[in-house]
């Protein structure tokens, strides 16, 4: 996660540096902020813009590098992006508003015209793009797609070149982007850049270093002219995946037994390697078979001392589903890995509700796909063929994805074509009861009361064990326009089995506007105050309430006497 600072000359917004999740320094000097514009990533700078860039001015360096920095103005009006527009500002800049109320205030021309721009584009690293291309892409030209190693492109690149809007009409020729892993392709068109399309095959002997690989793969590589920085992963012999994993972190390396690597063809093997590793080939070889079917060599063995390298190009980038919850509501509550999930997204999928809440984090060049309430499978099933087609996707829940949420759906429909990872987040029920202290602090259950695709007596026969079994219960779904009654039973089922005085919370909304948090009693609850939106958790027997605070005591035995220190 990248590092950010909230700093001040005077003192900085109250809550702000905690909504970010960043460090905070108030009373700073102009030095000072200087300073710390070379210890962090993301700058917020509570002073008028004159006083920040100044501050800031003899440490720029690079665009591709400096900080991202947003100047906030002490009446907190104006987040104005000063540096790293492209590389956190823009994005922590509408963050700062969302939180003060404040006006973003972004200048960069693709954002402000809301087109593309090259260097943004998830998945796509531009090796080569001069500024005139950008000014002609942010006034109007179209964008067309160069591909000539012929590989079967993502989705999101099509998408690319039909940005314009319906019935816009183009200005100027089209800016023609190369996209390959091949160096000499770039000078084809008027930008290039390259997608993780190559897999590296590595074989060594036992007494080789991770100089004698490094130097091996790049000479390699730049004898073939392909990217090196094009490698998705890289390929190994099991016995060798702990002398290649140094050389080449943070990639993923693969190994394979000899005996999957003999079933794969190759144009050059060995009677030597197979007598010493019980395979004929392992470079080649293992960059075939991890690129998977389809996969052609784009250069094949190359032959260095005590090192074997062959590169394999896969016949498409491989795709990736992100499964993100994201809390609650508020983004401060989201994981910084969830955060980084939906930066990195060429598509975002979700119910539209849930979208909304993101609004802040997204950037031109990615694309929404907003669903309605209910259309569960159609969001998985969408999500899970954009992966299959080499995009990198990321399915944006509420809470936890894995709690009622979508996360079973993907996994039932997951196949070995994408990479897929379910990012956990703060369920409604962990929120609701931080909200109110520890309601949640022993032994409970989840119950969802939507009798829509489990039967009722099903959820019936849950409420009565939890009852029995003096589990706190929370209660998730639990009424809606077409399912009112469920809630009055699911109380008076738990009821039979509680004091009339156990503690019940309704937590509403939670981390989002309208938030409302109200404890009362089992016997007291007022049903019709709650809706979807609603989280009710009922007590045990244990379960304590002082005040508006409510906690299930594990047992904890409370020392009687402090000792003298």
């Not at 987040?425 to 939507?450: E, K, M, P, R």
Request: hydrophobic share 45%; net charge neutral; glycine share 8%.
């Amino acid at each position: 996660m990248a590092k950010g600072v909230v700093v001040a000359l005077a003192d900085p917004p109250a809550g702000l540096a905690r909504h970010l999740a960043f460090d905070e320094v108030g009373g700073a000097t102009a030095r000072q902020i200087g300073e710390l514009f070379r210890g962090y990533q993301l700058l917020v700078v509570v002073a008028a813009v004159p006083v920040a860039v100044r501050a800031i001015a003899p440490h720029l360096s690079n665009k591709h590098t400096d900080p991202a920095v947003v100047a906030l103005d002490e009446l907190g009006r104006f987040a104005t992006v000063i540096a790293g527009a492209h590389h956190g500002g823009n994005e922590l800049s509408r963050r700062v508003s969302a939180f003060l109320g404040s006006s973003p205030v972004i200048t960069t021309g693709s954002d402000s015209r809301g087109r593309p721009a090259l260097d943004q584009l998830p998945g796509l690293t531009v090796s080569n793009c001069p500024p005139n291309v950008q000014t002609r892409i942010n006034q109007g030209a179209p964008i067309r797609i160069a591909n000539p190693t012929g590989i079967e492109l993502p989705p999101f690149l099509a998408d690319l070149e039909n940005a314009a809007e319906p019935g816009e009409q183009s200005k100027g020729p089209p800016v023609v982007l190369v996209v390959s892993d091949r160096t000499s392709d770039s000078g084809e068109g008027d930008a290039s850049g390259f997608l993780k399309t190559l897999v590296a095959g590595v074989g060594c002997s036992s007494d080789a270093n991770s100089e004698d690989i490094n130097s091996a793969v790049a000479t390699a590589f730049a004898s073939a002219g392909l990217h090196r920085a094009a490698v998705a992963k890289v390929a190994t012999i099991t016995s060798r995946i702990g002398l290649l994993s140094p050389a080449f972190a943070p990639l993923p390396v693969i190994g394979y037994p000899p005996g999957s690597l003999s079933e794969v063809a190759t144009p050059n093997p060995s009677a030597a390697v197979k007598a010493a590793v019980g395979t004929p080939s392992v470079a080649e070889a293992a960059a075939l078979l991890a690129a998977g079917a389809g996969a052609e060599l784009a250069l094949p063995k190359q032959v260095f001392p005590r090192v074997t390298v062959a590169v394999a190009r896969m016949p498409r980038p491989r795709g990736r589903l992100n499964v993100a919850g994201i809390g609650p509501g508020s983004l401060d509550l989201a994981t910084p890995r969830a955060l980084a999930s939906i930066r990195e997204a060429q598509y975002l999928v979700g119910y539209s509700g849930y979208l909304d809440l993101i609004t802040t984090l997204v950037r031109p060049s990615q694309r929404l796909l907003p669903f309605p309430l209910g259309a569960e499978i159609d969001r998985a099933e969408k999500a899970v063929a954009l992966a299959a087609a080499g995009s990198t996707v990321t399915l944006v829940t509420s809470g936890d994805p894995g709690v009622y949420a979508m996360a079973q759906l993907v996994s039932e429909r997951a196949s070995d074509s994408f990479d897929l990872e379910v990012i956990p987040g703060v369920t409604a029920a962990n929120a609701a009861s931080a909200a109110s202290g520890a309601i949640l602090g022993h032994d409970h259950a989840y119950i969802s009361l939507s009798d829509l695709l489990t039967p009722w007596e099903t959820i019936k026969s849950r409420l009565v064990a939890a009852a029995q079994a003096d589990f706190v219960v929370a209660l998730y779904n639990p009424r809606s326009e077409g399912r009112r009654w469920q809630l009055d039973e699911a109380l008076a089922i738990l009821g039979e089995r509680r004091d009339p005085n156990t503690p019940v919370l309704l937590a509403r909304r939670l981390s989002r506007p309208g938030q409302s948090v109200e404890v009362t009693t089992i016997s007291q609850v007022n049903t019709s105050k709650v809706d979807m939106e609603t989280v009710v958790i009922v007590g045990s027997s244990t379960t304590t309430r002082r005040g508006e605070l409510v906690y299930t005591p594990r047992g904890y035995r409370l020392a009687t006497q402090i000792p003298a220190p």
